[in-house]
């Protein structure tokens, strides 16, 4: 599966973004979906994940309450709805989509880049 990402930007702290990642194919509902994000210096880390087939949901605890991760499997898209951003939200965002829960060869997404100024 190829995967699209779209959606970052400038924002202000407080304020709210959405990413969305558009998958090729026609096995997208096949596959875990996830964000990480990447901060300058900073390993890739995981930010949400959203498990096929009705698996349930994933959270960092530094985003829980503020971010969302949902899919639109009719149109082979996921996003991510942030809210309530803080500067150390800022970051590279990538999106990717693996068989296995374990995130151990995901396909990746191109990043895009999410800045929260304070």
């Known amino acids: 599966v190829q995967l699209q990402a779209s959606g970052g930007g400038l924002v202000q702290a407080g304020g709210s973004l959405r990413l969305s990642c558009a998958a090729s194919?026609?096995?997208?509902?096949?596959?875990?979906m996830a964000w990480f994000r990447q901060a300058p210096g900073k390993d890739r880390d995981l930010v949400a994940a959203?498990?096929?087939?009705?698996?349930?949901?994933y959270y960092d605890d530094s985003v829980k309450g503020r971010f969302r991760i949902s899919r639109d499997n009719a149109k082979d898209t996921m996003y991510l709805q942030m809210t309530s951003l803080k500067p150390e939200d800022t970051a590279v965002y990538y999106c990717?989509?693996?068989?296995?829960?374990?995130?151990?060869?995901?396909?990746w997404g191109q990043g895009t880049q999410v800045t929260v100024s304070s």
């Open positions: 990717a989509a693996d068989r296995s829960a374990a995130w151990a060869n995901p396909n």
């Open positions: 194919g026609r096995t997208f509902n096949t596959y875990h």
């Open positions: 959203l498990f096929k087939s009705g698996g349930g949901t």
